[in-house]
């Protein structure tokens, strides 16, 4: 997987922006943003129509996440969600599957219902989002479940609270991290503290937003933008690294959560 990845959420909503959210994710896949995530959820199937005729004629080198609805999870309701997610992307596997978030299927049934689609060739690789330690754990206790490939969670300066303990735990156990929402859904692009920090480093508030989130391995981010020139931005943060200093400074504008396990183990 690529570091940096591209968002989608309310992409496909809105028939008249449609060819300016293809054209988006184009430059993005151009300038090396080669993952974009996406859900069945999203637009209702319309961002997966979008993200399907974005990456037409250029398939090979786009590795596409997209995620299925907690009621989607059983056995049946699986299969049948997860052709209709390939239908709407114009693809024969997903590279990523992820569970959108948890529900009350049970996970064994949800993760046989994956391998399933794995053995049949339908999707590379399975994973969750917004699943905490406790779900996690459960997830790593079911058959087949420690397949986990990724945990797809809100994370950014604003929302740390994933550090607390589910990056080490992540980090331990190799599952990718796919931070959600590294712009706060845009909010930190008008942070004050963000901005002066920016400026100083010749950078906007979202390339440091974003820099800061892949500051560590292990940690994917992938940043919604539908505006040219914002994608060009995104794709700049990731010739940005971050000195001690301004790491220090970023801390003291965003605190990290009390007692949060050392990231070091990522
Ligand atoms: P985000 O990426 O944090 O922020 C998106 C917003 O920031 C958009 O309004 C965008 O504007 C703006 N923006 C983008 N680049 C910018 C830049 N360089 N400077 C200033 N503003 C910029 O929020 P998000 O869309 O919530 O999260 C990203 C992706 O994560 C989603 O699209 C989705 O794929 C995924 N996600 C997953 C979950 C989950 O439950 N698994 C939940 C939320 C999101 P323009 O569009 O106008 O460029």
């Not at 009350?104 to 046989?112: C, G, I, P, R, Y």
């Not at 331990?172 to 929402?181: D, F, L």
């Not at 700049?236 to 959560?257: C, H, I, M, W, Y």
Request: glycine share 10%; net charge neutral; aromatic share 6%.
């Amino acid at each position: 997987m690529t570091r940096l990845g591209l968002g989608t959420w309310h992409m496909g909503e809105d028939a008249s922006r449609r060819a300016a959210e293809v054209a988006a994710l184009r430059l993005g896949l151009d300038l090396g943003m080669t993952l974009v995530d996406t859900a069945e959820m999203y637009g209702d199937g319309g961002a997966e129509r979008v993200v399907g005729e974005a990456i037409r004629g250029r398939r090979d080198g786009v590795f596409v996440v997209t995620k299925f609805y907690p009621h989607h999870a059983s056995r049946a309701a699986l299969a049948k969600a997860c052709d209709g997610s390939l239908g709407r992307l114009g693809i024969e596997a997903i590279d990523l599957y992820l569970l959108h978030w948890p529900g009350s299927v049970s996970l064994a049934e949800t993760v046989e219902a994956l391998e399933r689609l794995v053995d049949a060739g339908k999707i590379r690789r399975w994973g969750v989002s917004n699943f905490d330690v406790a779900d996690m754990e459960a997830l790593v206790h079911t058959p087949a479940g420690e397949r986990v490939a990724a945990n797809q969670v809100l994370y950014n300066l604003a929302r740390r609270g994933v550090e607390y303990d589910l990056l080490a735990w992540c980090g331990k156990r190799s599952v990718e991290v796919m931070a959600y929402s590294p712009l706060d859904e845009g909010a930190l692009g008008a942070h004050p503290a963000l901005r002066a920090i920016a400026r100083r480093l010749g950078a906007t508030p979202a390339q440091v937003a974003i820099a800061w989130t892949l500051r560590k391995p292990g940690v994917v981010a992938i940043p919604k933008a539908s505006d040219p020139a914002h994608v060009r931005a995104n794709a700049g943060a990731l010739k940005l690294v971050l000195d001690a200093e301004t790491l220090a400074q970023l801390d003291r504008a965003f605190p990290p959560p009390r007692g949060k396990r050392p990231l070091e183990v990522i």
